[in-house]
Protein backbone atom coordinates (compact mmCIF):
# COMPACT_ATOMS: atom_id res chain seq x y z
CA UNK A 1 0.00 0.00 0.00
CA UNK A 2 1.29 3.44 -1.19
CA UNK A 3 1.43 5.96 1.45
CA UNK A 4 0.31 9.07 0.48
CA UNK A 5 3.31 12.09 1.37
CA UNK A 6 2.88 15.56 1.94
CA UNK A 7 4.49 17.59 -0.88
CA UNK A 8 7.44 19.35 0.48
CA UNK A 9 7.37 23.14 0.94
CA UNK A 10 9.56 25.41 -1.61
CA UNK A 11 11.78 27.44 -0.38
CA UNK A 12 10.21 31.25 -0.66
CA UNK A 13 12.61 32.48 -3.10
CA UNK A 14 14.52 35.05 -1.11
CA UNK A 15 14.17 39.38 -2.35
CA UNK A 16 17.03 40.78 -3.59
CA UNK A 17 17.46 44.07 -5.75
CA UNK A 18 17.61 42.80 -9.26
CA UNK A 19 19.29 44.01 -12.81
CA UNK A 20 16.80 45.88 -14.33
CA UNK A 21 18.60 48.99 -15.63
CA UNK A 22 19.98 49.09 -18.72
CA UNK A 23 22.67 51.51 -20.54
CA UNK A 24 19.46 54.11 -21.79
CA UNK A 25 17.70 53.76 -18.11
CA UNK A 26 20.87 54.55 -16.49
CA UNK A 27 21.94 57.35 -18.39
CA UNK A 28 18.59 59.29 -18.39
CA UNK A 29 18.96 58.84 -14.08
CA UNK A 30 21.96 60.78 -14.81
CA UNK A 31 20.45 63.09 -17.03
CA UNK A 32 17.40 63.25 -15.42
CA UNK A 33 18.34 63.76 -11.86
CA UNK A 34 21.08 66.36 -12.82
CA UNK A 35 18.08 68.60 -14.88
CA UNK A 36 16.29 70.29 -12.28
CA UNK A 37 15.27 74.15 -11.40
CA UNK A 38 18.46 75.47 -11.25
CA UNK A 39 19.50 75.74 -15.13
CA UNK A 40 16.24 77.87 -15.67
CA UNK A 41 17.09 80.64 -12.23
CA UNK A 42 21.10 80.52 -11.17
CA UNK A 43 22.19 82.03 -14.35
CA UNK A 44 20.57 85.72 -12.31
CA UNK A 45 22.89 85.19 -9.29
CA UNK A 46 25.71 84.45 -11.38
CA UNK A 47 25.71 87.31 -13.75
CA UNK A 48 25.24 89.37 -10.24
CA UNK A 49 28.39 88.19 -8.89
CA UNK A 50 30.63 87.97 -12.36
CA UNK A 51 28.82 90.45 -14.32
CA UNK A 52 29.66 89.94 -17.48
CA UNK A 53 28.89 87.46 -20.85
CA UNK A 54 32.18 85.77 -20.58
CA UNK A 55 32.19 85.21 -17.34
CA UNK A 56 28.85 83.76 -17.33
CA UNK A 57 29.82 80.91 -20.28
CA UNK A 58 33.19 80.10 -18.15
CA UNK A 59 30.92 79.23 -14.96
CA UNK A 60 28.91 77.28 -16.67
CA UNK A 61 32.38 76.06 -18.87
CA UNK A 62 34.13 74.92 -15.67
CA UNK A 63 31.55 73.93 -13.82
CA UNK A 64 31.00 71.30 -16.42
CA UNK A 65 34.33 70.43 -16.76
CA UNK A 66 34.34 69.94 -13.22
CA UNK A 67 31.50 67.73 -13.17
CA UNK A 68 32.89 65.14 -16.03
CA UNK A 69 36.27 64.71 -14.17
CA UNK A 70 34.09 63.60 -11.62
CA UNK A 71 31.81 61.32 -13.14
CA UNK A 72 34.77 60.09 -15.17
CA UNK A 73 36.70 59.32 -11.68
CA UNK A 74 33.45 57.31 -10.08
CA UNK A 75 33.18 55.31 -13.50
CA UNK A 76 36.37 53.32 -11.95
CA UNK A 77 34.54 52.96 -8.80
CA UNK A 78 31.28 52.43 -10.34
CA UNK A 79 32.96 49.56 -12.48
CA UNK A 80 35.03 48.16 -9.69
CA UNK A 81 32.26 47.78 -6.70
CA UNK A 82 28.78 47.77 -8.45
CA UNK A 83 26.91 47.71 -5.20
CA UNK A 84 23.84 49.27 -4.07
CA UNK A 85 24.59 52.55 -2.20
CA UNK A 86 27.39 53.58 -4.91
CA UNK A 87 28.91 56.20 -3.81
CA UNK A 88 28.41 55.72 0.19
CA UNK A 89 30.01 51.87 -0.84
CA UNK A 90 33.10 53.74 -2.28
CA UNK A 91 33.98 56.02 0.77
CA UNK A 92 33.14 52.68 3.65
CA UNK A 93 35.79 50.82 1.26
CA UNK A 94 38.49 53.25 1.02
CA UNK A 95 38.06 54.88 4.37
CA UNK A 96 35.88 52.91 6.81
CA UNK A 97 32.51 52.99 8.08
CA UNK A 98 32.44 56.25 9.80
CA UNK A 99 33.21 58.25 6.92
CA UNK A 100 30.66 56.30 4.90
CA UNK A 101 27.83 56.67 7.63
CA UNK A 102 28.68 60.58 7.57
CA UNK A 103 27.74 60.61 3.45
CA UNK A 104 24.73 58.36 4.26
CA UNK A 105 23.71 60.72 7.05
CA UNK A 106 24.10 63.89 5.21
CA UNK A 107 22.52 62.69 2.11
CA UNK A 108 19.22 61.73 4.30
CA UNK A 109 19.09 64.32 6.30
CA UNK A 110 19.82 67.42 4.27
CA UNK A 111 21.34 66.31 0.71
CA UNK A 112 18.82 64.19 -1.00
CA UNK A 113 15.94 65.08 1.16
CA UNK A 114 16.38 68.73 0.64
CA UNK A 115 16.78 68.48 -3.27
CA UNK A 116 13.64 66.32 -3.43
CA UNK A 117 11.79 68.76 -1.65
CA UNK A 118 13.30 71.75 -3.20
CA UNK A 119 12.22 70.36 -6.83
CA UNK A 120 8.75 69.19 -5.75
CA UNK A 121 7.74 73.18 -4.14
CA UNK A 122 9.62 74.24 -7.83
CA UNK A 123 7.14 71.92 -9.35
CA UNK A 124 3.82 73.33 -7.20
CA UNK A 125 5.64 76.93 -7.86
CA UNK A 126 5.30 76.99 -11.55
CA UNK A 127 1.77 75.11 -11.30
CA UNK A 128 0.62 77.62 -8.97
CA UNK A 129 1.57 80.29 -12.44
CA UNK A 130 -1.03 78.78 -14.44
CA UNK A 131 -3.43 77.28 -11.25
CA UNK A 132 -3.24 80.56 -8.56
CA UNK A 133 -5.09 78.65 -5.66
CA UNK A 134 -1.65 77.23 -5.12
CA UNK A 135 -0.43 80.19 -3.20
CA UNK A 136 2.51 80.56 -1.01
CA UNK A 137 0.56 82.22 1.56
CA UNK A 138 1.38 79.79 5.01
CA UNK A 139 -2.66 78.56 6.09
CA UNK A 140 -1.50 77.97 9.89
CA UNK A 141 2.44 77.76 11.27
CA UNK A 142 4.92 79.38 12.76
CA UNK A 143 7.66 81.47 11.05
CA UNK A 144 8.49 79.81 8.03
CA UNK A 145 6.95 76.44 8.83
CA UNK A 146 3.16 75.76 7.94
CA UNK A 147 1.17 74.56 5.06
CA UNK A 148 0.38 75.98 2.04
CA UNK A 149 -1.10 75.17 -0.91
CA UNK A 150 2.53 75.34 -2.66
CA UNK A 151 3.40 72.85 0.36
CA UNK A 152 0.97 71.09 -0.35
CA UNK A 153 1.20 70.76 -3.85
CA UNK A 154 4.58 69.86 -3.52
CA UNK A 155 3.95 67.10 -0.91
CA UNK A 156 1.56 65.79 -3.47
CA UNK A 157 4.17 65.03 -5.98
CA UNK A 158 6.56 63.42 -3.45
CA UNK A 159 4.05 61.00 -2.08
CA UNK A 160 3.04 60.36 -5.40
CA UNK A 161 6.40 59.59 -6.69
CA UNK A 162 7.38 57.73 -3.89
CA UNK A 163 4.31 55.49 -4.12
CA UNK A 164 4.89 54.89 -7.64
CA UNK A 165 8.74 53.87 -7.03
CA UNK A 166 7.11 51.18 -4.03
CA UNK A 167 5.55 49.24 -7.34
CA UNK A 168 8.73 48.63 -8.73
CA UNK A 169 12.09 49.62 -10.45
CA UNK A 170 9.95 48.94 -13.42
CA UNK A 171 7.69 51.64 -12.82
CA UNK A 172 10.32 54.34 -11.62
CA UNK A 173 12.36 53.46 -14.83
CA UNK A 174 9.69 53.84 -16.92
CA UNK A 175 8.76 57.94 -15.65
CA UNK A 176 12.74 58.45 -15.57
CA UNK A 177 12.79 57.62 -18.85
CA UNK A 178 9.62 59.19 -19.97
CA UNK A 179 10.42 62.98 -18.20
CA UNK A 180 14.04 62.78 -18.96
CA UNK A 181 13.01 62.54 -22.53
CA UNK A 182 10.40 65.44 -21.98
CA UNK A 183 12.58 67.96 -20.39
CA UNK A 184 15.94 67.21 -22.39
CA UNK A 185 12.91 67.85 -25.56
CA UNK A 186 12.04 71.02 -23.67
CA UNK A 187 15.97 72.27 -22.93
CA UNK A 188 16.53 71.80 -26.73
CA UNK A 189 13.35 73.76 -27.61
CA UNK A 190 14.43 76.41 -25.35
CA UNK A 191 17.60 76.77 -26.82
CA UNK A 192 16.51 76.54 -30.40
CA UNK A 193 13.64 79.43 -29.79
CA UNK A 194 16.44 81.76 -27.88
CA UNK A 195 19.56 81.35 -30.11
CA UNK A 196 18.22 80.25 -33.69
CA UNK A 197 14.70 80.39 -34.56
CA UNK A 198 13.92 84.14 -32.68
CA UNK A 199 17.12 85.69 -31.63
CA UNK A 200 17.51 89.35 -30.61
CA UNK A 201 19.53 91.48 -32.26
CA UNK A 202 19.97 93.90 -29.73
CA UNK A 203 20.72 91.50 -27.21
CA UNK A 204 23.18 89.83 -29.06
CA UNK A 205 24.96 93.48 -29.82
CA UNK A 206 24.30 93.94 -25.89
CA UNK A 207 26.52 90.97 -25.28
CA UNK A 208 28.51 89.88 -28.01
CA UNK A 209 29.31 93.18 -30.03
CA UNK A 210 32.41 93.96 -29.18
CA UNK A 211 34.93 92.85 -26.58
CA UNK A 212 34.16 94.96 -23.77
CA UNK A 213 30.95 94.18 -23.89
CA UNK A 214 31.78 90.49 -23.87
CA UNK A 215 34.60 90.67 -21.36
CA UNK A 216 32.91 93.02 -18.97
CA UNK A 217 34.81 94.60 -15.81
CA UNK A 218 38.54 93.62 -14.83
CA UNK A 219 39.86 90.36 -14.07
CA UNK A 220 41.68 90.76 -10.51
CA UNK A 221 41.66 89.33 -7.50
CA UNK A 222 38.44 90.36 -6.03
CA UNK A 223 36.91 89.15 -9.72
CA UNK A 224 38.13 85.31 -9.20
CA UNK A 225 36.73 85.25 -5.46
CA UNK A 226 33.79 86.16 -6.91
CA UNK A 227 34.00 83.47 -9.65
CA UNK A 228 34.32 80.86 -7.06
CA UNK A 229 30.93 82.35 -5.51
CA UNK A 230 29.54 82.24 -8.46
CA UNK A 231 30.49 78.61 -9.13
CA UNK A 232 28.30 77.10 -6.30
CA UNK A 233 25.06 77.66 -8.72
CA UNK A 234 26.87 76.20 -11.61
CA UNK A 235 27.50 73.02 -9.62
CA UNK A 236 24.35 72.41 -7.55
CA UNK A 237 22.87 72.84 -11.09
CA UNK A 238 24.87 70.53 -12.50
CA UNK A 239 24.57 67.94 -9.35
CA UNK A 240 23.17 64.52 -8.50
CA UNK A 241 25.29 63.10 -11.47
CA UNK A 242 26.10 60.25 -9.14
CA UNK A 243 23.08 58.97 -7.91
CA UNK A 244 23.11 56.36 -10.33
CA UNK A 245 26.00 54.88 -8.83
CA UNK A 246 23.06 54.14 -5.82
CA UNK A 247 21.31 51.58 -7.88
CA UNK A 248 24.56 49.82 -8.97
CA UNK A 249 23.18 46.51 -7.74
CA UNK A 250 20.02 46.82 -10.24
CA UNK A 251 21.81 48.20 -13.26
CA UNK A 252 22.74 44.99 -16.68
CA UNK A 253 26.38 44.27 -17.01
CA UNK A 254 27.26 47.23 -13.98
CA UNK A 255 31.15 47.39 -15.31
CA UNK A 256 29.69 48.48 -18.69
CA UNK A 257 26.96 50.52 -18.01
CA UNK A 258 27.18 52.28 -15.25
CA UNK A 259 30.82 54.27 -16.45
CA UNK A 260 29.39 54.82 -20.06
CA UNK A 261 26.47 56.38 -18.45
CA UNK A 262 28.28 58.28 -15.68
CA UNK A 263 29.87 60.17 -19.29
CA UNK A 264 27.12 60.01 -21.70
CA UNK A 265 24.64 61.52 -19.08
CA UNK A 266 26.88 64.20 -17.85
CA UNK A 267 28.07 65.11 -20.77
CA UNK A 268 24.71 65.52 -22.41
CA UNK A 269 23.83 67.62 -19.77
CA UNK A 270 26.57 69.96 -19.76
CA UNK A 271 26.37 70.77 -23.40
CA UNK A 272 22.95 71.44 -23.13
CA UNK A 273 23.36 74.10 -20.01
CA UNK A 274 25.91 75.76 -22.20
CA UNK A 275 24.14 75.94 -24.89
CA UNK A 276 20.72 77.01 -23.42
CA UNK A 277 23.16 80.10 -21.77
CA UNK A 278 23.83 80.88 -24.92
CA UNK A 279 20.05 80.99 -25.75
CA UNK A 280 19.37 83.55 -22.77
CA UNK A 281 22.57 86.00 -24.19
CA UNK A 282 21.05 86.05 -27.43
CA UNK A 283 17.57 87.48 -25.62
CA UNK A 284 18.71 89.52 -22.68
CA UNK A 285 21.41 91.88 -21.92
CA UNK A 286 23.37 90.38 -19.04
CA UNK A 287 23.41 93.48 -16.88
CA UNK A 288 20.61 94.99 -15.94
CA UNK A 289 18.76 97.67 -13.34
CA UNK A 290 17.05 95.90 -10.51
CA UNK A 291 14.39 98.41 -10.19
CA UNK A 292 13.22 98.24 -14.06
CA UNK A 293 10.08 98.23 -15.62
CA UNK A 294 10.69 95.80 -17.97
CA UNK A 295 11.77 92.53 -18.65
CA UNK A 296 14.47 94.02 -21.51
CA UNK A 297 16.02 96.25 -19.02
CA UNK A 298 15.87 93.78 -15.89
CA UNK A 299 17.70 91.90 -18.32
CA UNK A 300 19.59 88.05 -17.10
CA UNK A 301 21.17 89.68 -14.02
CA UNK A 302 17.80 91.18 -12.54
CA UNK A 303 14.94 88.65 -13.81
CA UNK A 304 11.81 88.71 -12.00
CA UNK A 305 12.36 86.15 -9.17
CA UNK A 306 15.43 84.85 -10.99
CA UNK A 307 13.49 83.21 -13.74
CA UNK A 308 15.77 84.11 -16.38
CA UNK A 309 14.41 81.32 -18.87
CA UNK A 310 10.62 82.34 -18.34
CA UNK A 311 12.18 86.54 -19.46
CA UNK A 312 13.84 84.53 -22.20
CA UNK A 313 10.70 83.07 -23.61
CA UNK A 314 8.88 86.32 -22.57
CA UNK A 315 11.13 88.20 -25.10
CA UNK A 316 10.16 85.55 -27.96
CA UNK A 317 6.38 85.19 -27.25
CA UNK A 318 5.08 87.81 -24.19
CA UNK A 319 3.12 86.09 -21.96
CA UNK A 320 2.75 83.18 -24.01
CA UNK A 321 6.47 82.32 -23.14
CA UNK A 322 6.27 82.69 -19.30
CA UNK A 323 3.78 80.04 -19.65
CA UNK A 324 5.30 78.09 -21.93
CA UNK A 325 8.69 77.91 -19.35
CA UNK A 326 6.76 77.41 -16.44
CA UNK A 327 5.19 73.96 -18.12
CA UNK A 328 8.68 73.06 -19.00
CA UNK A 329 10.40 73.89 -15.31
CA UNK A 330 7.48 71.48 -13.88
CA UNK A 331 8.13 68.91 -16.42
CA UNK A 332 11.76 69.40 -15.69
CA UNK A 333 11.28 69.49 -11.50
CA UNK A 334 8.69 66.57 -11.60
CA UNK A 335 11.48 63.87 -13.53
CA UNK A 336 14.17 65.29 -11.02
CA UNK A 337 12.74 64.55 -8.17
CA UNK A 338 11.17 60.86 -9.43
CA UNK A 339 15.08 60.23 -10.28
CA UNK A 340 16.91 61.53 -6.93
CA UNK A 341 13.80 59.41 -4.93
CA UNK A 342 14.21 56.08 -6.70
CA UNK A 343 18.29 56.34 -6.33
CA UNK A 344 18.26 57.92 -2.76
CA UNK A 345 16.44 55.25 -1.01
CA UNK A 346 19.27 52.54 -2.07
CA UNK A 347 21.58 54.49 0.24
CA UNK A 348 19.35 54.09 3.41
CA UNK A 349 18.97 50.75 2.64
CA UNK A 350 22.98 49.89 2.42
CA UNK A 351 23.43 51.84 5.48
CA UNK A 352 20.64 49.18 7.12
CA UNK A 353 22.25 46.48 5.62
CA UNK A 354 25.06 47.41 7.26
CA UNK A 355 23.84 47.62 10.74
CA UNK A 356 23.94 51.73 11.45
CA UNK A 357 20.70 52.47 10.39
CA UNK A 358 17.26 50.90 11.59
CA UNK A 359 16.69 47.01 10.52
CA UNK A 360 13.86 47.75 8.75
CA UNK A 361 15.03 49.59 5.86
CA UNK A 362 17.21 46.59 4.60
CA UNK A 363 13.74 45.02 3.55
CA UNK A 364 12.49 44.67 0.42
CA UNK A 365 9.03 44.31 -0.59
CA UNK A 366 7.24 41.64 -2.70
CA UNK A 367 8.41 43.69 -5.88
CA UNK A 368 11.93 43.60 -4.70
CA UNK A 369 12.28 47.58 -3.79
CA UNK A 370 13.66 48.79 -0.20
CA UNK A 371 9.86 49.96 0.28
CA UNK A 372 10.48 51.38 4.41
CA UNK A 373 13.78 53.51 3.05
CA UNK A 374 11.29 54.53 0.58
CA UNK A 375 8.63 55.69 2.85
CA UNK A 376 11.47 56.97 5.33
CA UNK A 377 13.01 59.14 2.54
CA UNK A 378 9.74 60.70 1.01
CA UNK A 379 8.43 61.42 4.81
CA UNK A 380 11.29 63.51 6.20
CA UNK A 381 11.61 64.97 2.34
CA UNK A 382 7.93 66.49 3.24
CA UNK A 383 8.82 67.71 6.81
CA UNK A 384 11.42 70.11 4.88
CA UNK A 385 9.22 71.04 2.17
CA UNK A 386 6.61 72.03 5.27
CA UNK A 387 9.54 73.65 7.66
CA UNK A 388 10.60 75.87 4.34
CA UNK A 389 13.81 75.22 5.51
CA UNK A 390 14.97 73.22 2.75
CA UNK A 391 16.65 76.23 0.89
CA UNK A 392 19.03 77.64 3.54
CA UNK A 393 19.81 73.82 4.28
CA UNK A 394 20.98 72.79 0.46
CA UNK A 395 23.05 76.40 0.81
CA UNK A 396 24.38 75.12 4.35
CA UNK A 397 25.60 71.53 3.00
CA UNK A 398 27.11 72.51 -0.86
CA UNK A 399 30.51 72.56 1.59
CA UNK A 400 29.90 69.30 2.32
CA UNK A 401 28.54 67.81 -0.66
CA UNK A 402 31.89 69.22 -2.33
CA UNK A 403 33.62 67.50 0.51
CA UNK A 404 32.64 64.18 -0.07
CA UNK A 405 33.14 64.59 -3.62
CA UNK A 406 36.37 65.29 -3.37
CA UNK A 407 36.34 62.19 -0.91
CA UNK A 408 35.08 59.87 -3.50
CA UNK A 409 37.46 60.65 -6.56
CA UNK A 410 40.76 60.57 -4.05
CA UNK A 411 39.31 57.29 -3.45
CA UNK A 412 40.35 55.97 -6.66
CA UNK A 413 44.05 57.15 -5.45
CA UNK A 414 43.63 55.25 -2.08
CA UNK A 415 42.24 52.22 -3.62
CA UNK A 416 44.90 51.91 -6.55
CA UNK A 417 47.34 51.80 -3.80
CA UNK A 418 45.25 48.96 -0.80
CA UNK A 419 43.71 47.36 -3.54
CA UNK A 420 46.40 46.73 -6.92
CA UNK A 421 45.02 43.40 -7.66
CA UNK A 422 41.53 44.25 -7.85
CA UNK A 423 39.32 44.32 -10.99
CA UNK A 424 39.05 47.45 -12.77
CA UNK A 425 37.13 46.89 -16.27
CA UNK A 426 37.01 50.79 -16.54
CA UNK A 427 40.07 52.78 -15.36
CA UNK A 428 39.56 56.30 -15.02
CA UNK A 429 40.45 58.42 -18.03
CA UNK A 430 43.28 60.68 -17.42
CA UNK A 431 44.74 59.13 -14.30
CA UNK A 432 46.40 60.31 -12.41
CA UNK A 433 46.15 64.14 -13.61
CA UNK A 434 42.57 64.55 -14.43
CA UNK A 435 41.36 63.28 -11.06
CA UNK A 436 44.14 65.01 -9.03
CA UNK A 437 42.99 68.34 -10.75
CA UNK A 438 39.58 68.17 -9.81
CA UNK A 439 40.47 67.21 -6.45
CA UNK A 440 43.05 70.80 -6.02
CA UNK A 441 39.40 72.75 -8.40
CA UNK A 442 37.10 71.68 -6.02
CA UNK A 443 39.10 72.09 -2.89
CA UNK A 444 40.37 75.61 -3.87
CA UNK A 445 36.34 76.25 -4.11
CA UNK A 446 36.08 74.71 -0.69
CA UNK A 447 38.43 77.28 0.87
CA UNK A 448 37.07 80.10 -1.54
CA UNK A 449 33.72 78.88 0.32
CA UNK A 450 34.79 79.06 3.49
CA UNK A 451 36.32 82.88 3.15
CA UNK A 452 33.48 84.42 0.93
CA UNK A 453 30.51 82.62 2.70
CA UNK A 454 31.31 81.11 6.12
CA UNK A 455 27.47 81.66 7.23
CA UNK A 456 26.89 78.71 4.96
CA UNK A 457 29.96 76.21 5.40
CA UNK A 458 30.56 75.95 8.41
CA UNK A 459 27.10 74.90 9.43
CA UNK A 460 27.61 72.26 6.71
CA UNK A 461 30.11 70.76 8.41
CA UNK A 462 28.36 70.86 12.10
CA UNK A 463 25.45 69.01 10.15
CA UNK A 464 27.88 66.93 9.18
CA UNK A 465 29.58 66.17 12.72
CA UNK A 466 26.54 65.85 13.93
CA UNK A 467 26.60 62.37 12.69
CA UNK A 468 29.41 61.09 14.67
CA UNK A 469 27.85 60.85 17.76
CA UNK A 470 24.53 59.04 15.98
CA UNK A 471 27.28 56.56 14.28
CA UNK A 472 28.74 55.60 17.55
CA UNK A 473 25.15 54.91 19.07
CA UNK A 474 24.47 52.74 16.13
CA UNK A 475 27.59 50.85 16.05
CA UNK A 476 27.04 50.15 20.03
CA UNK A 477 23.42 49.24 19.70
CA UNK A 478 24.20 46.89 17.03
CA UNK A 479 26.90 44.87 18.98
CA UNK A 480 24.62 44.41 21.84
CA UNK A 481 22.23 42.81 19.24
CA UNK A 482 24.89 40.35 18.04
CA UNK A 483 26.41 39.61 21.41
Given at each position: MLMSQAAPKLAAEPRILKPGLGLFDSATIVAGSMIGSGIFIV???????????????????VSGLMTIAGALAYGELAAMMPAAGG?????????????????GWTLLLVIQTGT????????????????????????????????????????????????????????????????????VASLVLLIALGSLLFPNTAAIHANFGSAGAFLGGTWNGGFLT??????????????????????AAEVKNPRRNLPLALALGSGGV??????????????????????????????????????????AMEMVWSRGGASLTAVLVMISAFGCANGLILTGARVTYAMAGDGVFF?????????NVPAVALIIQGAWASVLALSGTYSDLLDYVVFAQLLFYVLTVGAVFVLRWTRPAASRPYRTWGYPWLPATYMVAASVLMLDLLIVRPRFTWPGLLIVMAGIPIYAFAVRRTRRTIS
Amino acid sequence: MLMSQAAPKLAAEPRILKPGLGLFDSATIVAGSMIGSGIFIVSADIVRRVGSPAALLAIWIVSGLMTIAGALAYGELAAMMPAAGGQYVYLREAYGKLWAFLFGWTLLLVIQTGTIAAVAVAFARFLGVMWPALGTTVWFGFGSAGLSGERLGAIAVIAGLTAANLRGLDMGRRLQNSFTIAKVASLVLLIALGSLLFPNTAAIHANFGSAGAFLGGTWNGGFLTAFGAAMVGGLFSADAWATVTFTAAEVKNPRRNLPLALALGSGGVILLYLLANVAYLCELPAAGAANASTVWSRGIAHATSDRVAAAAMEMVWSRGGASLTAVLVMISAFGCANGLILTGARVTYAMAGDGVFFAAASRLNRVNVPAVALIIQGAWASVLALSGTYSDLLDYVVFAQLLFYVLTVGAVFVLRWTRPAASRPYRTWGYPWLPATYMVAASVLMLDLLIVRPRFTWPGLLIVMAGIPIYAFAVRRTRRTIS
